[in-house]
């Protein structure tokens, strides 16, 4: 297996993981606890477990240029919001149908790579864009399903996490010189708690709700999966893949959501969603498999 394809795969695992989150919100709002307070636990517990690992790992801080340190910053930045609004969709949508809208950052994501580099999107590209959205109008189980009664609120808190994962995704993909990757993580994770402290919950530290109930299982399952391991692969491979095929191997959160939605929260999931799914896994290996048919010719 060649190092893209590695990387790619770190693109994958790590998208997968964010897709099982809202499943686990999900499940916390059952338990009686808010969006908010589910999603401050996971930034929480996300960053002690992020400097639990810089504490272990690294010696010395890094020497970072201006450029470094606003790449870290606006990174935290914007996976906190996607975090922020992404939990407040919930508030609204079922669990299937917020990770479909979060889902539009696969061609957010592309617009705004193609803007940057000022190109057109490739043939594989347009190839991979179409099979991802019909996937997705499939996927979503929205078919011949009244809509009607889902408030605007969740419309717009869906599209605006999926603005703003297109964002995070284009800008870990810049490499940032003389740091480690896992340095990369804490100050993230870091600049993410100072966001979601200020926009959130952060008095569950102090109220007791966070350690003295069973929310920081919660807050440790959502940091792993939403703080320590995507941010560590998406920092190791999205400079190796590009935002552009970032965006696109992303798409795996959608298909896991779907199934974690169906298996854990008994979601209904039809024959033209797991269809749907299918779709989207074929939209999403496209472009790595014709990439890899033209190295071979």
Known sequence: MNSQLIYSLFIVI????????????????????TS???????????????????????????RLTKAGVLTITFAGIFTSTTGIVYGKSLDYLPASLAVVM????????????CIRRKRLPSRPEVFSLLFLFAGTIL?????????????????????????????????????????????RTFFMSFVALIMISI????????????????????GLAL?????????LLFSIAGPKVGGGLSSIL????????????????????????FFGIVLVLIGMTLPT???QRKNLI
């Open 139 to 183: 996927s979503a189980g929205i078919i011949d399903v009244d809509l009607s009664n889902i408030a605007w609120q969740g419309w717009l808190f869906g599209l605006t996490s999926a603005l703003s994962f297109a964002i995070f995704i284009q800008i870990n993909s810049r490499p940032v010189e003389g740091i480690s990757t896992i340095t």
């Open 14 to 33: 790590a998208s997968s993981s964010y897709g099982i989150l809202s499943t686990i919100i999900k499940v916390a709002m059952g338990h009686g606890f």
């Open 289 to 291: 498999v014709l990439a």
């Open 199 to 218: 926009f959130l919950a952060p008095e569950i530290i102090w109220n007791g709700t966070l350690f003295k109930t069973n929310l920081w299982m919660f």
């Open 223 to 231: 940091g792993v999966f939403g703080i320590i391991l995507p941010i």
């Open 102 to 113: 979060l889902f539009q950052f696969t061609w957010m994501g592309m617009l705004i790579d």
């Open 36 to 62: 908010a307070e589910a999603v401050t636990s996971q930034y929480i517990v996300g960053f002690i477990l992020a400097f639990i690992l810089f504490l272990v790992t690294q010696r010395t801080l890094p």
């Open 250 to 273: 992303s798409a795996m959160e959608l298909p896991v959501a779907i199934l974690a939605a169906g298996i854990v929260l008994h979601e209904t999931l039809t024959i033209l969603q």
